[in-house]
C-alpha cells in the first residue's frame, strides 16, 4: 500500500527524466559538504523554493538509513500525525517506510492516521528518493505546541535506542504577506519586503539558528513569521537532543525574487550538527 501523489502539476516535475535533470543540475552547482543530522528547509512549489530546499537538504550526513520528514499545516492543540501506507511513491521509484517508528512513537504520544493531502511533506519525497537512494522513510506532520518538540525528544530517542542513522527534515516555510494571505501590516512595496525578510522572517530564523523552539513556535504564533513553524520546532529539538548547539543559516530568500507581486512569501534553510 503506498501513498500516492496529490499535489498537482507544476508543484515539482512530473516525469522521472525531468525531476533527475532538474536536481542533478541543482546538485552540481552546490557543494559537497555533508554534515547535518537535521534541517529546516522550505516547501513551496520547486520553481520557488526548490533549489534552496536541495541546497540545504544535500547537506545531510550521507547514507542516512531513515528519513523523516516532518510537515505542518496543523493547528495548535492537533496531534502529531503520521502516513499510514507502507511507502510513499515519488516519481523517481518508491521510498520504504521505516518499521518500527510508529510502534516506538505511540508507546510515548498520540498519533493519528495521516490521511489528508498536504504538500509539506509531499514536495520534498523526490528529493529524498534522489539524495538517499536506500533509505527508508517516515511522513510525520507535526502541530505548532509542545507535541512538536516531544516528538524530537522521541526522534532522538529513536535514533540512540534503537542504533540507526537517522536524520530529520522540518517543512517549514516563512512569512506569508500581502492582500492574498490577508495580512499586511506594513502596506505594500519595498518597506514591506523590507520589513518581511529584515524583522519578521529573521526574527523566526534567528531563533530557529539560536535552536529556541519554543521562541520560534511563540514567534510564528505571534507575527505570523512562518508557516507550519512545528515542523522546524521538531528538527530543532531533534538535533538539540543529539548534542547540537547552533544551527547554520544556509539561505533566505522570498518568492518576489521569483515573482513581482504584492503578496509573496519568504523561505529560509536552516542546518544542524553536533
Same mark, same amino acid.
Given at each position: 500500500?503506498?501513498?500516492?501523489?496529490?499535489? *498537482?502539476?507544476?508543484?515539482?516535475?512530473?516525469?522521472?527524466?525531468?525531476?533527475?535533470?532538474?536536481?542533478?543540475?541543482?546538485?552540481?552547482?552546490?557543494?559537497?559538504?555533508?554534515?547535518?543530522?537535521? %534541517?529546516?528547509?522550505?516547501?513551496?512549489?520547486?520553481?520557488?523554493?526548490?533549489?534552496?530546499?536541495?541546497? =540545504?537538504?544535500?547537506?545531510?550526513?550521507?547514507?542516512?538509513?531513515?528519513?523523516? %520528514?516532518?510537515?505542518?499545516?496543523?493547528?495548535?492543540? #492537533?496531534?502529531?500525525?503520521?502516513?499510514?501506507?507502507?511507502?510513499?511513491?515519488?516519481?523517481?521509484?518508491?521510498?520504504?517506510a521505516g518499521t518500527g517508528l510508529r510502534a516506538f512513537l505511540e508507546g510515548r504520544m498520540e498519533?493519528? +492516521? +495521516? !490521511?489528508? *493531502?498536504?504538500?509539506?511533506?509531499?514536495?520534498?519525497?523526490?528529493?529524498?528518493?534522489?539524495?538517499?537512494?536506500?533509505?527508508?522513510? @517516515?511522513?510525520?506532520?507535526?502541530?505548532? /505546541?509542545?507535541?512538536?518538540?516531544?516528538?524530537?525528544? /522521541?526522534?532522538? @530517542?529513536?535514533?540512540?535506542?534503537?542504533?540507526?542513522?537517522?536524520?530529520?527534515?522540518?517543512?517549514? /516555510?516563512? !512569512?506569508?504577506?500581502?492582500?492574498?494571505?490577508?495580512?499586511?501590516?506594513?502596506?505594500?512595496?519595498?518597506?514591506?519586503?523590507?520589513?518581511?525578510?529584515?524583522?519578521?522572517?529573521?526574527?523566526?530564523? +534567528?531563533? =530557529?539558528?539560536?535552536? /529556541?523552539?519554543?521562541?520560534?513556535?511563540?514567534?510564528?504564533?505571534?507575527?505570523? #513569521?512562518?508557516?507550519?513553524?512545528?515542523?522546524?520546532?521538531?528538527?530543532?529539538?531533534?538535533?538539540?537532543?543529539?548534542?547540537?548547539?547552533?544551527?547554520?543559516?544556509?539561505?533566505?530568500?522570498?518568492?518576489?525574487?521569483?515573482?513581482?507581486?504584492?503578496?509573496?512569501?519568504?523561505?529560509?534553510?536552516?542546518?544542524?550538527?553536533?
Amino acid at each position: 500500500m503506498l501513498r500516492g501523489r496529490t499535489l *498537482p502539476p507544476g508543484w515539482y516535475p512530473q516525469r522521472e527524466e525531468a525531476v533527475r535533470r532538474q536536481l542533478q543540475e541543482w546538485k552540481d552547482a552546490a557543494g559537497d559538504e555533508r554534515r547535518f543530522e537535521a %534541517v529546516v528547509v522550505p516547501h513551496a512549489g520547486w520553481d520557488f523554493s526548490g533549489e534552496l530546499a536541495f541546497r =540545504t537538504m544535500q547537506r545531510l550526513v550521507p547514507d542516512p538509513e531513515l528519513v523523516v %520528514v516532518v510537515g505542518g499545516h496543523l493547528r495548535e492543540g #492537533s496531534a502529531v500525525r503520521m502516513a499510514p501506507e507502507e511507502g510513499y511513491e515519488t516519481p523517481l521509484g518508491a521510498i520504504e517506510a521505516g518499521t518500527g517508528l510508529r510502534a516506538f512513537l505511540e508507546g510515548r504520544m498520540e498519533i493519528s +492516521d +495521516d !490521511t489528508v *493531502p498536504d504538500n509539506t511533506v509531499e514536495v520534498q519525497l523526490p528529493m529524498v528518493k534522489f539524495l538517499f537512494p536506500r533509505a527508508r522513510g @517516515a511522513y510525520l506532520r507535526s502541530p505548532p /505546541d509542545e507535541k512538536a518538540l516531544r516528538l524530537g525528544e /522521541d526522534l532522538a @530517542a529513536y535514533a540512540e535506542e534503537s542504533g540507526r542513522r537517522l536524520v530529520v527534515i522540518g517543512s517549514t /516555510d516563512l !512569512t506569508h504577506y500581502g492582500p492574498n494571505f490577508g495580512f499586511t501590516p506594513k502596506g505594500v512595496g519595498e518597506d514591506s519586503r523590507r520589513w518581511v525578510s529584515e524583522e519578521n522572517d529573521r526574527g523566526f530564523l +534567528d531563533a =530557529t539558528v539560536a535552536m /529556541d523552539a519554543r521562541k520560534a513556535i511563540d514567534h510564528a504564533l505571534s507575527n505570523h #513569521s512562518a508557516c507550519s513553524p512545528g515542523a522546524a520546532a521538531t528538527a530543532v529539538t531533534f538535533a538539540h537532543t543529539r548534542g547540537a548547539r547552533s544551527g547554520v543559516l544556509i539561505g533566505h530568500a522570498t518568492s518576489y525574487e521569483k515573482h513581482h507581486d504584492v503578496s509573496f512569501v519568504g523561505y529560509g534553510g536552516v542546518g544542524f550538527a553536533a
